[in-house]
């Protein structure tokens, strides 16, 4: 690297945001998530021992996925390389593992490789990383706003370690802009800036667990102040504060409350409701999958066999979404949020399947009848399977009584049918043919 090179480097980091320039270099400077980084804890162990594994830190914007990812950048004796899921290239994914397999071969040294939004990750791109990460020759850090368990691949998430990381508090973020303000090298601290507690606690508060959000807003605060000191107050941060117009954040407290008061107004069978947060999640930018998601699995545990086809139209929902996309997926969500507000209720199906779990989890399970076992293979008719089996279709209305459960749960009952929507025929049903018998 020549003089020019080097002079190019550091008017680049120099003019680089506030939030980039903060990022922790250690472990001591990095602020929050202390029960995955804390004393004593495994990640915390692994990287003060150079010891990281492959791994991938889920959590919402500005709780520290990449200043984590730079704090180990800056402590591992391994090559670090740094890839953006959206413009990486799967050429780019080979020359990385061309080069992490001579520099091993030549040097001993090992390759971590961060990548970025790696839910934006393709499946050729993932599919060329892969057997790298399988055999141990690149090691994987992923930082990802989406669960990791819906966007990236399963071959990858088992090979890798998930640490969620939640969104950091009002006093981490003061922490932050009090750190930023102080450091006359990285920070504000060649301003001369006065700011009182309250409008501090303001910043803080207004950020929501972002710290970039925060970092952001005072340095445009003191950029865009005359004079010095620079007297920066509630009013100039309300200002630089950049909020989406609906009181709504996809990564805090708001994401879940407005997500809860949506299911709890669909299960309670208001439907206009249901529109007002479901309108209210659209307008402020949140994931329209993940909204299908929590309707397909509302469309089963609150509604059930009342209406059956309500897992239909959820399901239904999210292919629309895919097929056609925003904004006009917005009607079939809208379609799917009514019909299950308007549907018969019941929790038979999650009240069936959690007893069934627990059963299978904490009793004695037996095994499975003679009568029920597959005949098909060799010497399974010598061992009695499948002798005594009452086949149903000979019997009246297709039903007969036998035994189906192991003989330590006879007798147990699981789904039992409300009275609501076609659970009340599913119900009058079962007792006709018990009476058949």
Known sequence: ?????????????????????????????????????????????????????????????????????????????????????????????????????????????????????????????????????????????????????????????????????????????????????????????????????????????????????????????VLTTPGSPKNIDISILRDCIQQPAVLYDKAGDSHYDVTSAFIKSIRGSDPDAALHWLARMLEAGEDPRFICRRMIILASEDIGLADSRALTVAVSAFQALEYVGLPEARLSLAHAAIYLSCAPKSNSVIKAIDAAMSDVREKEIGRVPNHLRDKSYKGAGEMGHRKGYLYPHDFPGNYVEQQYLPKPLLGRSYYIPSENGEESVIKLRNKLLKNLD
Do not use: W
């Not at 994987?140 to 989406?146: D, N």
């Open 1 to 221: 690297m020549d003089l020019f090179d080097c002079r190019s480097e550091k008017i680049i980091e120099e003019s680089a945001p506030l939030a980039a320039r903060m990022r922790p270099k250690s472990l001591d400077e990095f602020q929050g998530q202390a029960h995955i980084v804390g004393k004593g804890k495994v990640l915390r162990r692994a990287i003060e021992a150079d010891r990281i594994s492959s791994l991938i830190f889920y959590g919402p914007p500005g709780s520290g996925k990449t200043a984590l990812a730079q704090v180990i950048a800056s402590t591992t004796k391994a090559r670090f390389v740094e890839l953006n899921a959206v413009t990486a290239g799967v050429s780019q994914i080979r020359d990385i593992i061309t080069e992490a397999k001579n520099r091993l071969g030549m040097y001993g040294e090992k390759t971590i490789l961060f990548i970025d939004e790696i839910h934006r990750f393709n499946k050729a791109q993932q599919d060329a990383l892969l057997p790298s990460v399988e055999s141990g020759l690149i090691t994987l850090i992923g930082a990802t706003t989406e669960n990791p368990y819906f966007e990236v691949n399963p071959p990858l998430i088992s090979r890798s370690r998930i640490f969620k990381l939640e969104p950091l508090s009002k006093e981490d973020i003061k922490k932050i802009l009090l750190r930023s303000l102080a450091d006359r090298e990285r920070g504000l601290g060649k301003y001369s800036v006065k700011i009182d507690d309250k409008s501090l606690e303001f910043l803080a508060e207004s950020a929501r667990g972002d710290a970039r959000a925060a970092l952001n807003a005072l340095e445009l605060a």
